[in-house]
């Protein structure tokens, strides 16, 4: 049979995650739907990782195998119809062998997480970013955010429900930097690492962001780390300034 590597985008607002689920909207079931309009019957596709409710993508990816052969565009334009009105688009796809995998094969994933510091609501971007109403110390939490660089021990920073057999993990990047914004400070954090523990990112921000209201110091940061506990742990931040904004490969099956 085929197989396909998917690269998609998706708004996380209207789904209960990535995975499906029996009884609420999640992405995987609105593609599997539009699949089994082009090949009837049962389909499953693989990601390369599974988001939570509320939790954004622009560089998702995914495997699934078919019957036909199809032509790469026609297969993403294809799923693209049937996938309206919902606000999920496939933006590449490319055959791949049987034993490449979408999670498996995948050697670095890269998050950003948007926060904006405003008074006022957001109207056109609610829902799309985190807001919080004080003004923040960027470079203060890059020094907090400093202290995580490296292999650790992560139980701090994961949830309590996360299935990893390790909370052993090595981050390669997370950056704090301010963004111009019309209105308030934007803030983009930028992490990359070959793979997270459950939460962790949003565990990451929350923690960021008690530093950068002069809540916590920098050095704290440090300090939550090597408690081990997940008690220590800053507030875990929302989920919807989340993007799982790319994924690395070997050979990337999109250039």
């Not at 499906?20 to 593609?31: E, K, L, M």
């Not at 390790?166 to 963004?179: A, F, G, I």
Request: proline share 7%; glycine share 6%; with cysteine.
């Amino acid at each position: 049979m085929p197989r396909f590597a998917l690269k998609i985008e998706y708004l996380g607002t209207p789904f209960a995650g990535w995975q499906r689920q029996a009884d609420q909207p999640s992405v995987q079931g609105a593609i599997e739907t539009a699949l089994a309009r082009l090949e009837p019957g049962a389909h499953t596709i693989a990601a390369a990782g599974r988001t939570d409710a509320g939790v954004h993508a622009t560089g998702q990816v995914a495997h699934c195998d078919l019957a036909q052969d199809w032509d790469p565009f026609r297969l993403s334009e294809a799923l693209n119809y049937h996938l309206k009105p919902l606000p999920v688009a496939i933006i590449a796809c490319a055959p791949v062998s049987d034993d490449w995998h979408a999670r498996f094969s995948a050697v670095e994933r890269r998050y950003l997480f948007k926060l904006i510091a405003r008074r006022a609501p957001l109207t056109f971007e609610a829902g799309q970013m985190w807001q919080v109403k004080h003004p923040l110390d960027v470079d203060a939490m890059q020094q907090g955010a400093n202290h995580l660089l490296g292999r650790h021990d992560f139980t701090t920073f994961r949830s309590t429900m996360c299935q990893a057999d390790s909370p052993l993990r090595t981050l390669d990047e997370l950056n704090v930097q301010s963004q111009p914004h019309e209105s308030g400070q934007l803030i983009h954090f930028h992490v990359r690492a070959r793979s997270f523990l459950h939460n962790q990112v949003r565990s990451f921000v929350g923690t960021l962001e008690r530093v950068g209201a002069g809540a916590w110091r920098p050095e704290d940061v440090s300090r939550v780390l090597a408690a081990k506990d997940r008690t220590a742990c800053g507030p875990v931040c929302p989920p919807e300034g989340l993007y799982l904004a790319g994924v690395t490969y070997p050979d990337d099956p999109f250039s």
